[in-house]
């Protein structure tokens, strides 16, 4: 089955600064991969996703990055705010081009994403 | 529209005891997962009901079992509670095709805390 590594475990930066988290994924047939965030106390939020047709996607100051290749995917924030810190989640599931996802999402172990005013 | 509803939130239980956590997915939406999460552990896979037919299992013990209803609300049960079964259970809803493939983003409850004493 799908396995998905997430680097690093946890991230500190400064208030402004840029942020990079990765991830990489065991079967070649995972086509889709959303990234969710989760703020101390609350529920996981999707905050952006990629599908395997496109290699990057932006969306303000998050964009994610895809490697089919290497099977590595990874998400950058930019100009980071104290409002970014939180834990955040890769995941890989296999999604059929006429819409639906089959199979299990599966979730990298997280990243705490510190940013320090 | 109402989100995804767990309850209990909170609840604490002994070793050899069972518990049933319930889950309320938001309206329209029949595809039900459930996640375990633990600390260094991100989010672990549990199982995936649609039409109240369990589409997919992780790799937990028999002791995690699920259901779902006609109404789409789903139910998760584990037996013989072990210490390790301390954790946040989260239920999320998505929408999906007749043939239950999931069409959209995992929307996430708040999780029900265990603890096992």
């Known amino acids: 089955g799908e396995n998905v590594e997430q680097h690093p475990s946890t991230l500190s930066v400064q208030e402004g600064d840029s942020a990079v988290i990765k991830c990489t994924y065991s079967?070649?047939?995972?086509?889709?991969f959303p990234w969710y965030k989760q703020e101390l106390g609350k529920r996981p939020q999707l905050i952006i996703d990629?599908?395997?047709?496109?290699g990057e996607k932006k969306d303000q100051r998050i964009a994610v990055t895809l490697n089919k290749t290497a099977k590595h995917f990874s998400l950058h924030i930019t100009e980071t705010q104290p409002e970014d810190s939180a834990v955040y989640f890769c995941a890989a599931s296999i999604r059929w081009d006429y819409g639906g996802s089959q199979g299990n999402l599966i979730f990298g172990k997280g990243t705490k994403l510190s940013v320090k005013p | 529209k109402a989100g995804v509803t767990q309850t209990p939130r909170y609840l604490i239980k002994t070793r050899g005891q069972q518990v049933t956590l319930s889950c309320s997915p938001i309206?329209?939406?029949?595809?039900v997962s459930w996640y375990q999460q633990t600390p260094g552990q991100g989010l672990q896979f549990l199982f995936e009901y649609f039409s109240e037919t369990q589409r997919n299992k992780g790799n937990f013990p028999g002791r995690f079992s699920g259901r779902q209803f006609s109404n789409s609300r789903s139910e998760m049960n584990v037996s013989t509670l072990e210490l390790g079964d301390s954790a946040l259970y989260l239920c999320?809803?998505?929408?999906?095709?007749?043939?239950?493939?999931?069409?959209?983003?995992?929307?996430f409850g708040e999780g029900s805390r265990l603890t096992v004493l």
């Open positions: 999320a809803s998505s929408l999906a095709t007749s043939g239950g493939a999931r069409t959209g983003e995992l929307f």
């Open positions: 990629i599908r395997s047709n496109v």
């Open positions: 309206s329209g939406h029949r595809s």
């Open positions: 079967d070649s047939a995972s086509n889709y």
